[in-house]
C-alpha cells in the first residue's frame, strides 16, 4: 500500500465544509424574497410583507426527502441573503431551530429562546407563556426570518395539527410577525396543509429529485473537480452517474456524500484513480447490503430494491 499523507485528507475535510450551489439556492430565494417587502429600487428589505390588515405574514414549507440537503441548503440562503444580515449585536434577522427532542410545543419554543439569546427559561412554565416570549423576544429583535428544521416532527408528536398550527400561526400575526419556514420530509405538507386556511398561508417548495439524464454533466462536474482537488484521476465508467444516483436514491445531499465517501476509500488504500470499487466500497459500508445487491457492482443494478436492502442485510 502507497504511504498516503494527510494532505488528501485535509482536501475532503475541505469539500466536506464546502457548501455546493445549485439552482436550487435560486429557488428558495425566490420564494423568500415574494414574502419581503421592496425598496423604490426593488430590492428585498428586511421587513416581511403583511396580507391581511391585521398584520398577518405568510412562510414556506420546504419538502424533501431525508438526505437531500434541504436542511444546509435553507441554512445557506438564509446566511447570505443581502436583506438578513446585520452587524449590531442586539439584532437577529434570522432565527434557525431544529425541532429537539422531546418534539412538543413547549421544547420548540425554549429552543427557540435558547437559540435567540435568552436567558434561560424554567420548563415549568406554561406553553402558552413560553411563547408569549418568543413574540416578544422574536420582536425585541427585530427577526425577520423564523426557520424550523425537521418540521415534521413536531407534527408526529401526539398533539392535535390543529393545536401546533394555531401555535406556530401566533408568530405569524400582529405587530412583530415573522415569515415562518418549515423544512421537512415528504410528510410534512400533509400535516401542515390541515385546511385550505393553511394551504393559503404557507406556499409549497418541493427540491425535484435528481435525474442522471437531467444532472449528469452537473454530478460529474463535481466529481472531477473533486478528484482535482484531491489529486487523483476521475472514474473511467461510463454509467457512473446512473449508477450513482440511483445509489442516492434521487437525493442531491447523498449524491455529494457518497461521492466523497468513494474518494476517501480511494485515498485510504493510495490509488490513483477513483473507480466503482471505490463507490460500491463506500457504500456497501454505510448502506450494509449484501454484495449481490450492491448498485456500483451489480449488472442489474437497476432493479435492486433500495427499500429491503437492510432487510436483506
Known amino acids: 500500500m502507497t504511504q498516503i499523507t494527510s494532505e488528501p485528507f485535509a482536501t475532503l475535510a475541505k469539500l466536506r465544509d464546502k457548501y455546493v450551489k445549485t439552482s436550487r439556492d435560486s429557488i428558495l430565494q425566490q420564494h423568500i ?15 416581511p410583507v403583511t396580507f391581511t390588515a391585521t398584520g398577518d405574514t405568510h412562510g414556506i414549507a420546504l419538502v424533501e ?6 436542511t444546509s441548503l435553507v441554512h445557506h440562503v438564509l446566511k447570505n441573503h443581502p436583506a ?21 410545543l413547549k421544547s420548540l419554543g425554549l429552543e427557540i429562546l435558547h437559540q435567540s439569546g435568552y436567558p434561560e427559561v424554567s420548563t415549568k412554565k406554561k406553553e402558552w407563556d413560553i411563547w408569549r416570549l418568543v ?3 422574536l420582536q425585541q429583535l427585530g427577526t425577520v426570518v423564523l426557520w424550523v428544521d425537521e418540521a415534521h416532527d413536531l407534527f408526529r408528536a401526539g398533539k392535535g395539527i390543529e393545536d401546533i398550527l394555531k401555535m406556530l ?7 412583530g410577525a415573522v415569515i415562518l419556514i418549515l423544512s421537512g420530509v415528504e410528510t410534512l405538507w400533509q ?19 435528481i435525474s ?3 444532472h449528469e454533466k452537473m454530478l460529474r462536474g463535481f466529481i472531477n473537480g473533486y478528484c482535482e482537488q484531491a489529486g487523483i484521476a476521475p472514474p ?17 445531499g447523498r449524491c455529494i456524500e457518497n461521492i466523497i465517501a468513494a474518494l476517501e476509500e480511494a485515498l485510504r488504500h493510495g490509488e490513483g484513480q477513483l473507480t466503482a470499487q471505490h463507490f460500491a466500497k463506500a457504500w456497501a459500508v454505510q448502506e450494509g447490503g449484501v454484495p449481490g445487491n450492491n448498485v456500483f457492482l451489480s449488472p442489474r443494478w437497476a432493479s435492486i430494491d433500495l427499500a429491503k436492502l437492510h432487510i436483506a442485510a
Request: hydrophobic residues 35%.
Open 212 to 214: 442522471a439524464t437531467t
Open 191 to 209: 400535516m401542515a396543509s390541515y385546511d385550505d386556511q393553511v394551504k393559503r398561508r404557507y406556499s409549497k417548495v418541493t427540491l425535484p429529485a
Open 65 to 70: 426527502g431525508a438526505g437531500g440537503g434541504k
Open 135 to 137: 413574540r416578544f423576544r
Open 84 to 104: 438578513l444580515q446585520s452587524d449590531d449585536p442586539e439584532s437577529m434577522p434570522w432565527i434557525g431551530v431544529s425541532v429537539p427532542s422531546p418534539a412538543t
Open 236 to 252: 473511467a465508467e461510463a454509467d457512473i452517474i446512473d449508477r450513482l444516483v440511483y445509489a442516492s436514491r434521487g437525493r442531491f
Open 33 to 47: 424574497d415574494r414574502l419581503l417587502q421592496r425598496d423604490a429600487e426593488g430590492n428585498p428589505l428586511a421587513k
Open 169 to 175: 400561526k401566533s408568530v405569524m400575526q400582529g405587530e
